[in-house]
């Protein structure tokens, strides 16, 4: 089997963890390592031994058999650094989030399908078995109906310098909420704060409705004396408890919650509490980042649907943003255009990834206007 040839481009803190996938991935080699700070590329040699390092993205699109590119740079850089690969012909994988705006992270999915190039956001959850394992439960109505997710994502640092904390941390929460329910959120609404740098949040609150009283709060932080990296989603009939960092028992499902009872002659209804066991299932730790490098390589090689492919990633970008835009209007909510708005059950579902066509999902929507 001939191996991908990958560029990986950005070698600070997530690069090297790229390097080390593609690697050792079977599928996949690292054809050379790009980054502008040669005390990077220094570290790499001395890390990785003899790789191929290049200062330029210039100098890397000149390495021979050239196939595709790994894209672990500032946020802020994403997008040009994206067009060009994918320009020059190259499938790319960027890290997450997409880029720095919907209308960039649009404009890259939109050249990616024209170039016929695959674009995959780094989302890399989607590729850990104990999210795939909450997707199966959820969508074989384990938990009955959702009723909400609780999602905290917390810890000391690291802060970043070119984007906030929602940039930052939310892109792993929204993905797997993305992937999980397989359809639109309907508004957003965010409070944050900036007390170390004044111009970049630290901490956030971000509330989404996603439709048929689906509510979600995703809790991201950079200020907390612990790490905590948890969601819970509640059903009707059980819920589930994921823990990441919980090694042994990453997901726990509880037989926990309430009976309604209506009790028209009482003009009120009954709740009862149900209080039954705690099951937690069986999940192979793995590596999310191998199997997420490993299914780069074979959606190239074999044409096979994307699971993380540009318009997750275009999805994802328009919560963000949305979600920073609430922030500056203190909280208000911002409609979400996605046509989950109107009539029906109220959500806009797209097709299960497992079906879809790389690169093929519904156009980013466009922001309506705070409410
Ligand atoms: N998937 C995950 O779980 C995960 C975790 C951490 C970070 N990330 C993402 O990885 C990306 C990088 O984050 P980081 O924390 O590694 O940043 P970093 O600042 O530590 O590293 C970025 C590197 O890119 C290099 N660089 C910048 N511009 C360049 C250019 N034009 N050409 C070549 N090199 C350039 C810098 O010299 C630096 O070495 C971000 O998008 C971040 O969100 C993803």
Not at 225 to 239: C, D, L
Not at 294 to 315: K, L, M, Q, T, Y
């Amino acid at each position: 089997m001939n191996k991908l040839r990958v560029g990986i481009i950005g070698c600070g803190y997530w690069g090297p963890n790229l390097i080390r996938n593609f690697s050792s991935c079977p599928r996949t080699e690292v054809a050379a390592v790009c980054d502008a700070s040669p005390e990077r590329l220094e570290k790499v040699k001395r890390t990785f031994g003899s790789l191929h390092t290049v200062a330029s993205v210039d100098q890397l699109l000149e390495t021979p058999g050239l196939q595709a590119v790994a894209i672990a740079t500032p946020v802020g850089t994403h997008f040009p650094i994206a067009k060009r690969c994918l320009e020059a012909g190259l499938h790319v994988l960027v890290e997450k989030p997409l880029a720095a705006s919907t209308r960039e992270a649009q404009a890259l999915a939109d050249i990616a399908a024209k170039q016929g190039r695959v674009l995959m956001v780094d989302h890399t959850y989607l590729f850990s078995n104990s999210v795939r394992k909450i997707k199966d439960l959820i969508e074989s109505d384990a938990l009955g109906e959702l009723f909400y997710i609780d999602s905290i994502r917390i810890n000391l640092g690291l802060f970043q310098h070119d984007v906030n904390v929602i940039w930052d941390l939310a892109p792993h929460d929204l993905a797997i909420a993305d992937y999980i329910l397989g359809h639109a959120a309907r508004s957003i609404s965010a409070w944050g704060c900036a007390h170390a740098d004044p111009n970049i949040e630290d901490i956030a609150y971000v509330n989404v409705d996603y439709g048929d009283r689906l509510m979600a709060s995703f809790h991201v932080n950079w200020l907390s004396p612990v790490k905590i990296r948890q969601m819970i989603f509640a059903g009707a009939r059980k819920s589930l408890i994921f823990n990441e960092l919980n090694s042994s028992e990453p997901v726990k499902l509880y037989d926990r919650g309430i009976d309604v009872a209506s009790a028209e002659e009482e003009h009120r209804v009954r709740i009862g509490y149900r209080s039954g066991d705690i099951w937690s299932p069986n999940i192979d730790p793995g590596e999310p980042l191998q199997a997420a490098v490993s299914h780069f390589a074979e959606c190239i090689a074999n044409d096979v649907p994307c699971i993380s492919d540009g318009a997750v990633g275009v999805r994802v970008v328009q919560l963000l943003e949305a979600a920073t835009r609430s922030i500056r209007a203190q909280g208000g909510r911002i409609a979400l255009n996605n046509g989950a708005n109107g009539a029906g059950n109220g959500r806009a579902h797209w097709p299960n990834p497992k079906n879809a066509a790389v690169n093929a999902m519904p156009p980013a929507a466009a922001l309506a206007g705070v409410s």
